[in-house]
Structures are given as C-alpha cells and as structure tokens.
C-alpha cells in the first residue's frame, strides 16, 4: 500500500490526478487493499473511472506534471502537450530579458547612443523571434526536452 496511488483524468481539469492514500487514515484491521478502495471512492468523482498504480509506474520527471495522460491505466507524459508547456517557461523567460532589454534601449536612447539602440532592437527582435525560431519538435522525451534551451536566454530556476 505505501506505493500505491490512485489516478483518475480529473473531469474538472483534464489533468491527471494522483492521490496518495495516507497510512495513517489505514483503519486497524483493514486490508491495504480495502483501503485504497475505501480512498479512491471517497476521492474519485462519482462516474470517473480510476487506476491503482505503483509510484515506480509514474513519470520520474514532475517538470512536465501538467502533460502527463492517463491511457489504459497507466500514466505517461503527452509530448505534444509538453512542449507547449516548455515553449511557455521559454517565453517567460523571453519576456523577462525583454523588459530588461527595454531598460537598456531607454538608456541608450537618453545617452542619444544610436549603437546601443540598434544593438538593443537587434537583441529584442532576436528574442520575440524565439517562439518561430527554436523547434522543440524533434525532442522525444521528457528529459532531452527540459534539456533544450535557447543559447543565450537566461534561465530562471524550474519551480
């Protein structure tokens, strides 16, 4: 029971839901198997059907939590979905050098430094380009996409 999870497709989120059943919520005397029973339908929205999985069967990597699909009772990441995620952190991270951006361009433009502008406006037009630009199609698995990232776009630390 201790690696046991129940995973449903949450009908309110289209999200995977995982619940651990709490040992200490286990009555005395009852089955491990009776228990997890006894959570999920507590759990499990009625008419949503659930899975019992080992934690060792599901994805090692939560990076990409929010793309994980639940086929035949197994869990797995949703690569297309994934991406899309990953393309949103790189597009964060893309905006956050923008703004920093926007500051140096104003200097420039206040010290009347036509060189730092143009430079600035290359590096920004650079940066909103990023989305069209940087493919993350070939990436096949969760690690190798996390792994990609944009030369020269600063990273802010995966929550």
């Given amino acids: 029971?201790?690696?046991?999870?129940?995973?449903?497709?949450n009908p309110v989120t289209s999200r995977v839901t995982v619940v651990v059943p709490v040992p200490s919520a286990q009555a005395p005397g009852e089955s491990d198997g009776d228990f997890v029973a006894r959570v999920a339908a507590q759990v499990v929205p009625v008419g949503v059907s659930?899975?019992?999985v080992d934690v060792g069967d599901l994805p090692n990597d939560r990076?990409?939590?929010?793309?994980?699909?639940?086929?035949?009772?197994?869990?797995?990441v949703n690569m297309?979905?994934?991406?899309?995620?990953?393309?949103?952190?790189i597009r964060a991270d893309r905006n956050t050098a923008l703004e920093a951006l926007d500051v140096t361009f104003m200097r420039a433009v206040e010290d009347g430094?036509?060189?730092?502008?143009?430079a600035a406006s290359t590096e920004k037009q650079a940066l909103r380009d990023l989305?069209?630009?940087?493919?993350?199609?070939?990436?096949a698995n969760p690690s190798a996409l996390n792994a990609a990232w944009?030369?020269?776009?600063?990273?802010?630390p995966e929550e």
């Fill in 113 to 118: 430094d036509t060189d730092a502008q143009d």
């Fill in 80 to 89: 297309p979905a994934a991406r899309l995620l990953h393309m949103d952190r």
């Fill in 50 to 52: 659930h899975s019992i």
């Fill in 131 to 139: 989305p069209a630009t940087f493919d993350l199609s070939s990436y």
């Fill in 1 to 9: 029971m201790a690696g046991e999870r129940i995973v449903y497709l």
């Fill in 150 to 156: 944009p030369d020269g776009l600063p990273r802010s």
């Fill in 63 to 76: 990076i990409f939590r929010n793309a994980w699909a639940l086929a035949g009772g197994a869990v797995s």
